[in-house]
Structures are given as C-alpha cells and as structure tokens.
T-cell receptor, first 115, second 113 residues
Framework: DVKVTQSSRYLVKRTGEKVFLECVQD?????MFWYRQDPGLGLRLIYF???????EKGDIPEGYSVSREKKERFSLILESASTNQTSMYLC??????????????FGEGSRLTVL | KNQVEQSPQSLIILEGKNCTLQ??????????LRWYKQDTGRGPVSLTI?????NTKSNGRYTATLDADTKQSSLHITASQLSDSASYIC????????????FGAGTTVTVRA
C-alpha cells in the first residue's frame, strides 16, 4: 500500500513564525501535492511538483513556498505564518500516467493553528 | 464559482438504511470522476473511479453513477454501517490538466445506531 507520511499532525505557531510541513511518500510517485482544507470549501491546491526540483503554483500559492530536493519528499514552507493560514494541510502523491491520473494518495493531514 | 457542487451538505441516517449523495459538475471535458471517503481526522481515500464513458461503478456497499449528459454523479450507500460516518468528496479530473483537480466541498454523513 502507498504510504504518505506527514511529519506533524498538530502544530501551533505564532504569527510571523516560519513553519515547515514535511511530507514523505514511499511508492516512488512522480507527482506530489500540497492542499489546504477549510470547512465548507473543497480542497484547494497550493503547489504541486511533477519531478525533483520542479514545482508549479496551484490556485492559492500566496504566502507559501515548497521544496522538493528528493523524489520522496515534498516540503511546504510558510515564510511568515499568519492567522488566515490556520487550516488543515494535506499532502498527496500520484502517478502521472493514465489510467492513474487523478488518483491521489493522501497523508493524514497536518492541522496548523496560527495564533 | 466552484466547478463541483455537492448536496446535501450533511445528512443523518439510521444504521441499516440507504442514502444517496449528489455531485453536479461543470468541468468539461474531463478524464475521470472519483469519489473519496474522508474519515474524521484522516486523509481522503479513493472509493470509486469512473471515466467519462462509464455509467456505474461499485465498491462493496458503495455504488457510484455518472450521467455525462447532465453532468451529474451520485454515490449510493446501501445498508449503512456506523463506519460509513465520514465526509464524501466528489473530485473531477479535467482532461486539459490532470494536475489541477476540481474538488467538491463534501457531504458529511452521520450514521446513528
């Protein structure tokens, strides 16, 4: 089974702090994604990566950056956390080739609270 | 405007009863439509996948249907169990960009004994 592991399940940070969210997958998937999930909204794509050192902006990249130095690891960075970044963050991975396109394997999520 | 709308937002059913969740989408053309189940505090897990040419797909007590003409999908849960309590999310993969999926906001199902 695919396993996607997010390093922290719960974090509490202060406004202005730098925050790192780590994600590791063990199935050699090319694609990795970071989403945020807020009540009443669908998952929103922050950034994705289709290869090592490659990254593409999603729909809401402002205030975030990412790093993918190794195929299995994709990190989300909040340079200066703000209260409106309080959310559940979900990491996912997938294979790029049909018929697998679109099947995401998610981590357990990281619930971030910014005070 | 969200390209994937789900209804109802939430529902409560008694154990053993059936229920149907709805998904209306405007994404076109699309490659596939998936239903995910998300337990509280966990990441979503794929339940079913249908390509644009398929009408129905089953996974145990879960049956998904797709009407590409009306751009509607439904997820039917048969003989509900307490473990079916979760959020169910409809996700559409656009053919133009299979990295940028369209997610519904989900339907929260609560099964009561």
């Amino acid at each position: 089974d695919v396993k996607v592991t997010q390093s922290s399940r719960y974090l509490v940070k202060r406004t202005g702090e730098k925050v790192f969210l780590e994600c590791v997958q063990d199935m050699d998937h090319e694609n990795m994604f970071w989403y945020r999930q807020d009540p009443g909204l669908g998952l929103r794509l922050i950034y994705f990566s289709y290869d090592v050192k490659m990254k593409e902006k999603g729909d809401i990249p402002e205030g975030y950056s990412v790093s993918r130095e190794k195929k299995e690891r994709f990190s989300l960075i909040l340079e200066s956390a703000s209260t409106n970044q309080t959310s559940m963050y979900l990491c996912a991975s997938s294979l790029p080739r049909a018929p697998y396109t679109g099947e995401l394997f998610f981590g357990e999520g990281s619930r971030l609270t910014v005070l | 405007k969200n390209q994937v709308e789900q209804s109802p937002q939430s529902l409560i059913i008694l154990e053993g009863k059936n229920c149907t969740l709805q998904c209306n989408y405007t994404v076109s053309p699309f490659s596939n439509l998936r239903w995910y189940k998300q337990d509280t505090g966990r990441g979503p897990v794929s339940l079913t996948i249908m390509t644009f040419s398929e009408n129905t797909k089953s996974n145990g007590r879960y049956t998904a249907t797709l009407d590409a003409d009306t751009k509607q999908s439904s997820l039917h849960i048969t003989a509900s169990q307490l473990s079916d309590s979760a959020s169910y999310i409809c996700v559409v993969t656009p053919r133009s960009n299979d990295y940028k999926l369209s997610f519904g906001a989900g339907t929260t199902v609560t099964v009561r004994a």
